[in-house]
């Protein structure tokens, strides 16, 4: 993953992730009278919930929020790893504002595009792009997010994710650095 200005995690980072999985451990019994077969997912959303409070799901398709939820459930409950949602779905016209405004700041369409596309291109409109944070879980999602059909797509953007369907996808770079390590 590539690492411009990356600030180590800071203390209150670990502990807010400690909180979280107490918190996801105390709701379970609650989560499983309401969703017995996904009663960890949703002890995980509601405790993240408290972490991250202004995240938005909505809009997402159905399969980039089912594996967006299976993927930090697993990083919460296996490895005390917290992602939260900073961006998903954009409408497209806050889509075209975000681009026209890197315009202007960057001075040009082509220069503006390494970091926001227009609508008729940008993944985040069809409902499949997902930006996260914090960057320890973006780290951890790259790692692990093919399982779930998620990648990590820019080098220049260590947050930012699409949902893909496994069919037909070429494995990210760190499978394959993964790959390498385990031979």
């Known amino acids: 993953m590539s690492e411009p200005h990356v600030i180590p995690p800071r203390p209150r980072d670990r502990l807010f992730a400690v909180l979280a999985v107490a918190l996801a451990v105390l709701l379970l019994p609650v989560a499983f009278v309401r969703r017995p077969g996904r009663a960890r997912e949703l002890a995980c959303s509601w405790a993240l919930g408290f972490r991250f ?3 938005e799901l909505t809009g997402l398709t159905d399969s980039a929020r089912a594996a967006f939820t299976a993927a ?4 919460l409950w296996r490895h005390g790893q917290l992602i939260g949602l900073t961006s998903g779905y954009r409408d497209p016209l806050v889509q075209q504002r975000l681009f026209d405004k890197e315009v202007r700041r960057a001075g040009s369409p082509a220069a503006a595009r390494m970091l ?3 609508p008729a291109e940008s993944q985040h409109v069809k409902g ?3 930006d ?3 960057f320890e879980g973006a780290r951890w999602l790259e790692e692990h997010g093919a399982r779930y059909g998620l ?3 820019y080098d220049n953007e260590w947050w ?4 893909h369907s496994d069919a037909g996808l070429p494995p ?3 499978e394959i650095r993964n790959a390498l390590q385990t031979r």
Request: net charge neutral; aromatic share 12%; glycine share 0%.
């Open 53 to 55: 409070p202004a995240e």
């Open 151 to 153: 990648y990590r797509i």
């Open 160 to 163: 930012h994710f699409e949902y």
């Open 72 to 75: 930090r459930a697993e990083a």
């Open 116 to 118: 926001v596309l227009p």
């Open 132 to 134: 996260v944070r914090p």
């Open 128 to 130: 499949i792009a997902l």
């Open 172 to 174: 990210t770079a760190q």
